[in-house]
């Protein structure tokens, strides 16, 4: 599993919760495209549409989506959040549930909605050791939606989402879930989580570019979001430029994609999906949470260390977040850079966030220089 990377021999990358590297299927696939677009330009444009519906398909199957016909392929996660809040049509007295713990980008956009008189609700899920209880408790008839990230990207405690759409379902409210820092780590599984919206970039744990995104609506909820964004694209026939004053919103998720694809990221994602499925989501999951747990055992043999992410193997993904007694995180992490470690200050310490091929030598070696590193 190493073998899939060629990464410089002098870092140590445990930052797939930020930006991946890409494995070396991948870099030979943007190659290729690259050289094919210098020689022959769009000549083969049919394939490359082969190649979108293949991705559709793959990334179908990652989440266990019904159809391909469910996958909108975006910009970016935040773009799928927006096309959820803009879309929805808000009543008087509708409120939104998200946590404390979200990304900007999970809070920012429900935020903006309050202009609208909808109501925002903010479970603290930090300080209780049942975080679906502390977000089912703000729920009420008047949720409208939940919106929740698989896992949090800063302290990296993993929600129990079959549970909390469980409570969508009994509340009859739409259950969104920003799921950027599980896919490709873990198992997902969207009709078990009986989600309506899941969006997920492609640049950290699935090892694509930046740039694109994959965006699920389940079938029975496309009608619930007015479509936001307009072009060719996004039309049932797509193909009939002369008969524009008919145009109908395709049935499908394509209706969210309003215009030409990134077919240059298509095609890296694309590597990057095959190569996950090729391995088998439970073999990457356990190497995942193996990867972490033998990060919490090493770290929890050092003096003086906070491990600010869930131990319980239940809880967490593959975000391992730590401080030391004593030393500022910031100092600490500037440090590890120097000595060419990929990794990210977060949630007042340092995340770790190693994917399958990572080794345990590695995670001996920080230890050694987090436990070496003295402040001053
Ligand atoms: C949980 C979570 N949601 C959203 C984002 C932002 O995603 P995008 O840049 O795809 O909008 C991040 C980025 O770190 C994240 O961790």
């Known amino acids: ?16 919760a930020a930006v991946a590297p890409w494995p070396i299927r991948t870099v030979q696939a943007v190659k290729q495209f690259a050289d094919e677009n210098g020689h022959i330009g769009s000549r083969h444009y049919e394939q490359w549409l082969k ?14 989506a019904q159809s391909a016909n469910e996958i909108a392929l975006l910009k970016n996660t935040s773009e799928g959040l927006s096309i959820i809040a803009k ?7 509708d409120n939104i549930v998200i946590s404390n713990e979200e990304f900007p980008s999970n809070f920012i956009v429900w935020d903006a909605l309050r202009a609208q008189g909808v109501e925002l609700r903010i479970a ?14 703000l729920m009420d008839t008047n949720t409208r939606l939940l919106s929740i990230s698989a896992v949090q990207y800063a ?4 929600m129990n989402l079959e549970l909390l759409g469980k409570a969508c379902k009994s509340y009859h409210a739409l259950y969104c879930i920003d799921a950027i820092q599980q896919i490709g780590a873990l198992q997902f599984d969207v009709q078990a989580m009986d989600a309506d919206f899941v969006i997920a970039d492609g640049h950290k744990w699935m090892l694509g570019p930046e740039g694109l995104a994959l965006f699920y609506c389940k079938q029975s909820s496309m009608e619930e979001l007015e479509l936001q964004q307009y072009g060719w ?27 030409s694809p990134n077919t240059l990221a298509i095609h890296a994602l694309q ?41 319980d193997i239940s809880r967490h993904g593959g975000i391992f977040t730590f401080s030391k007694k004593d030393v500022d995180s910031q100092q600490l992490y500037q440090c590890l850079v120097k000595k060419g470690v ?28 987090v436990d070496g590193y003295q402040a001053g």
């Not at 996950?276 to 090493?298: F, P």
């Open 124 to 137: 603290n899920i930090s300080c209780s050791n049942n975080p679906e209880r502390a977000i089912i408790e």
């Open 233 to 259: 694209h996004m039309v049932e026939d797509l193909s009939d430029f002369n008969n524009m004053q008919n145009w109908q919103a395709a049935g499908n998720a394509r209706r969210f994609e309003c215009g």
């Open 271 to 311: 590597a990057s999906i095959r190569l996950l499925l090729k391995h088998g989501m439970l073999e990457i999951e356990k190497a995942v949470l193996s990867n972490v747990q033998i990060l919490i055992k090493t770290f929890l043999q050092l003096p003086g260390i906070n491990i600010l992410s869930p131990t």
């Open 1 to 16: 599993m190493q073998n899939d990377f060629n990464l410089d021999s002098k870092l140590i990358y445990v930052n797939h």
């Open 87 to 93: 879309g929805i049509q808000w009543r008087a007295g």
């Open 155 to 158: 302290s990296g405690l993993r």
């Open 51 to 64: 190649v979108e519906q293949h991705l559709k398909q793959d990334l179908a199957s990652l989440i266990n």
């Open 342 to 369: 990929v990794c990210a200050p977060r949630g007042g310490g340092i995340r770790f966030s190693p994917h399958y091929y990572n080794q345990q030598t590695e995670f001996e070696r920080l230890a050694e220089w």
